[in-house]
């Protein structure tokens, strides 16, 4: 037996409440509704019927403290069948067929032409189909009533919708800020928009996109781009150093970029503004590329499907393509840039190198273009990399800060170029450099540096090597074995090298000072052979050579002490306990020194 058929029935007051919280980022998201709907009335009426002059125009009547905003398009229209039909059916669309299925329509009424409750209890509607000679006024109230009789008010084919604002939406419909929501929405539409606001009338968006524009010079160009983009991702043209355009070889998108004047950090990320077919959608972190997060890019896409608001864009094929696709675009611009404009190379490499320089290092193409005019910190000071190129020289890096910390003192004395390569980025991007043009390139560690030094006069040897057997038995406490060599500057005391496995050493022995949660972690590795660290005393230094003159190498204990933690106080190296402790006696000792000798 068949059961009795009902039908659902809708509160819309309750579904506008859940339009307005829930679907919609902000209350003027019907604006960019309306312009949906009416450029998509355009778009049809061009492909039945001769339109010579689009176009779209809202106006602002302020009467006492009610305002009434109208939106007009001269598109379709509607017929009487098709007001009952798309206007009174929840969900029901007129954007399907051929046209729809071929991608030329951007929204749909139904849910979107609810949104104009949003901010209205009552909205009005007045069309009139290019099909029939009778206009018509329809009238929709929040409570789920409408009305539909004969008009006049609309005399030539289109729509025209006036909404009476809400007293808690007043604010929001200045002129001025209306207008910026115009431009923002609908900046890029191949139709006029036209802004009424008592006596001014003035179009909204006379050129539409600014990349399809005629320039006297590339500094207009760039400063229009500059301001529009400072318009649609709503901040100041003023942060921007440079612009460009750049289109998908496919014809899938046409897009601009601006380039930040000032440096991110690498965790930084930027909004990014997407347009379908012209219309506004909304802004993405994600459009371009990580190592571009320096550059903010607006695209206007023609196959990207829209979310239910059409506040965003679905996570789908088209868009992953789009992102690919803006990846290479903005590596061959920043590639034809050293090439075609070297001084603005220049210029953006002085402010993003950093950025520039992670897309060098995973780019052989990127590398070859920009890693010569890339600055890497060196003993000698901060180097491009074309110095190496130039004088056919070997790369030597040190992998580590704080490695090189120790290490540039001595390089630095004795002309030896090294490049600290610690920083992110920096290895591989060397590495890729040396593969790309074809140097030789070689990691300097703490073992090969100390080979690099010079040794005692063989003269004094005996004395040297009862010094460095003192020291040994002196620091045995710290693992530490101790050398003396003879290097530049002669200003250096010493100099301690920690190599990987000393410092895991040195981690393993605190966790057990501290009662570490992980000492059990480092229990289960065997440390017993691992070496500590290397103190290097300078024999060029006066106190090197003052202690090899003592007699009594037990009366040196607490300066070698001092001469070792200072050096690793010097390397950013920090303290053990033990170690803190002789910091503190050295001072102690100095300070009562200098008492008594008072």
């Not at 209350?27 to 001769?50: C, G, H, K, S």
């Not at 001269?74 to 007001?83: H, K, P």
């Not at 001084?343 to 193409?365: K, P, V």
Request: charge should be negative; hydrophobic fraction near 40%.
């Amino acid at each position: 037996m068949a059961g009795e058929e009902h039908a659902f029935k809708v509160d819309l007051a309750g579904l506008i409440h859940l339009l307005s919280d829930h679907l919609y980022e902000q209350p003027m998201a019907f604006l960019r509704e309306l312009m949906q709907n009416a450029v998509d009335a355009i778009t049809t009426r061009q492909f039945q019927d001769v339109l010579d002059d689009p176009k779209i125009t809202c106006e602002l009547i302020f009467n006492g403290d009610q305002v009434v905003f109208t939106f007009a398009d001269n598109g379709i229209g509607l017929t009487e069948s098709q007001i009952h039909e798309f206007l009174a059916t929840i969900a029901k669309s007129s954007k399907r067929g051929d046209l729809a299925e071929g991608g030329a329509f951007i929204g749909q009424f139904g849910v979107g032409f609810l949104s104009c409750f949003i901010v209205a209890d009552e909205v009005r509607l007045f069309t009139k189909s290019v099909q029939s000679d009778q206009a018509y006024a329809w009238t929709g109230y929040i409570d789920g009533r409408y009305e539909l009789v004969p008009s006049d008010y609309q005399k030539d084919a289109g729509t025209t919708v006036h909404l009476t604002i809400k007293n808690d939406y007043l604010e929001l419909f200045d002129p001025e800020v209306v207008g910026e929501w115009i431009l923002r929405y609908g900046g890029l539409l191949p139709f006029k928009i036209y802004m009424i606001s008592g006596d001014d009338e003035r179009c909204m968006n006379p050129d539409g996109a600014p990349w399809n524009k005629q320039y006297a010079n590339a500094s207009d160009q760039r400063d229009e781009y500059m301001q529009f983009a400072a318009t649609v991702l709503d901040t100041s043209a003023d942060r921007y150093a440079m612009a460009f355009d750049f289109r998908d070889p496919d014809g899938q998108y046409e897009a601009m970029a601006v380039v930040l004047n000032h440096p991110l950090s690498s965790n930084a990320r930027l909004n990014n503004a997407v347009y379908l077919k012209g219309m506004f959608i909304n802004e993405l972190e994600d459009l371009s590329p990580d190592w571009a997060f320096f550059i903010q890019v607006i695209v206007n896409a023609r196959n990207l499907t829209p979310t239910a608001s059409r506040e965003g864009v679905r996570e789908d094929e088209q868009l992953l393509t789009m992102r690919e696709s803006i990846d290479k675009q903005l590596r061959h611009w920043l590639i034809n840039l050293v090439n075609e404009q070297p001084e603005l190379a220049e210029l953006l490499i002085s402010i993003h190198h950093a950025n520039i320089r992670h897309l060098a290092a995973d780019d052989e193409g990127a590398c070859q273009a920009l890693g010569a005019l890339l600055p890497v910190e060196t003993s000698m000071g901060v180097r491009k990399l074309k110095h190496f190129i130039d004088n056919k020289e070997e790369i030597t890096y040190v992998p580590s800060v704080d490695e090189f910390r120790q290490f540039r003192p001595v390089a630095s004395a004795e002309n030896n170029l090294v490049v600290n390569a610690g920083y992110q980025d920096v290895e591989p991007l060397l590495k890729m450099f040396a593969y790309v043009h074809k140097l030789p390139i070689r990691a300097l560690t703490g073992a090969d540096f100390s080979q690099d030094l010079g040794e005692a006069p063989l003269d004094d040897q005996d004395r040297v090597s009862e010094l460095e057997a003192a020291c040994n038995r002196i620091l045995s406490p710290f693992s530490v074995s101790a050398e003396v060599r003879d290097f530049q500057p002669s200003s250096l005391t010493a100099l301690v090298y920690v190599d990987e496995r000393a410092w895991q050493k040195r981690q393993h022995e605190a966790s057990q000072e501290e009662g570490s949660a992980f000492s059990g972690l480092f229990n289960a590795f065997d440390m017993s052979s691992v070496t500590g660290a290397r103190l290097l005393l300078n024999w060029q230094h006066d106190l090197i050579k003052r202690l090899i003159k003592v007699e009594n190498f037990d009366a040196i204990e607490l300066p070698v002490k001092m001469i070792y933690v200072q050096s690793m106080l010097q390397g950013h190296h920090p303290l053990s306990e033990d170690e803190n402790k002789v910091l503190d006696q050295g001072i102690s000792t100095l300070i009562e020194t200098l008492l008594d000798d008072n």
